[in-house]
Each structure stands twice: as structure tokens, then as C-alpha cells.
């Protein structure tokens, strides 16, 4: 079962910018199309950006130009860069394959991201 451990969450100012890294215990992680997903009280959790094991990447539109996501397979990490944050990017975070379960049913405790003046 997989394991996975984000971080780099906070409090952060409208326009301001964080970067998460996603840690995962899994060696076949490099192998997989990995996602970045965010979830708010009272919704379902939805991915925000894609990259497939070979680096190609996708993005939801309400972050494409303002988020990078990437990957380093030697240290089985995931990032996200965000930039220009707003007050709606406001969610705890989390990583897991693309589309989800395919390491296992397990998610991580997620990060906190609060973007507030």
C-alpha cells in the first residue's frame, strides 16, 4: 500500500505564491501518470493539474498559467509551483496517481492551502 506525505501548505496573501512537494513510498511511482487534486468542505475532491510519467502535463483551467506541476522520479516526488494565488485556491491538497487508486486505495493527510489577506 502506498503511502503518501504532502507538504509546503500555508497561509498565504492573494497573489502570493507556495510550492507543495508529494512524497510517495512507492518504486513504481516514476511508472505512473501522477495528479495534484484539492478538495473544500462540502465538495468533491478534483484534480487540478496532471503529469504523466513522461513529463506531459495538463492543467483544470481555473489554474492553467498559474501552477506548474513536475516530478522528480529518482527522489519519488511530486511538486506543485503556484503562483498568483487567489482567495478560491483555498483547499487542502493532495497527490495521488492519475486517475486515482491505480498505487492503491490509500490518500495522504493532505496539505493546507489558505489564501487570505
Known amino acids: 500500500q502506498v503511502q503518501f506525505v504532502e507538504s509546503g501548505g500555508g497561509l498565504v496573501q492573494p497573489g502570493g505564491s507556495l510550492r507543495l512537494s508529494c512524497v510517495a513510498s512507492?518504486?513504481?511511482?516514476?511508472?505512473?501518470?501522477m495528479a495534484w487534486y484539492r478538495q473544500t468542505p462540502g465538495k468533491q475532491r478534483e484534480w487540478v493539474a496532471v503529469?504523466?510519467?513522461?513529463?506531459?502535463?495538463n492543467y483544470e483551467d481555473s489554474v492553467a498559467g498559474r501552477f506548474t506541476i513536475s516530478r522528480d522520479n529518482a527522489k519519488n516526488t511530486l511538486y506543485l509551483q503556484m503562483y498568483s494565488l487567489k482567495p478560491e485556491d483555498t483547499a487542502v491538497y493532495f497527490c495521488?496517481?492519475?486517475?486515482?487508486?491505480?498505487?492503491?486505495?490509500?490518500w495522504g493527510q493532505g496539505t493546507h492551502v489558505t489564501v487570505s489577506s
Open positions: 495521488n496517481s492519475f486517475p486515482s487508486g491505480l498505487l492503491g486505495d490509500g
Open positions: 503529469i504523466t510519467h513522461g513529463g506531459s502535463t
Open positions: 512507492e518504486s513504481d511511482f516514476s511508472l505512473y501518470a
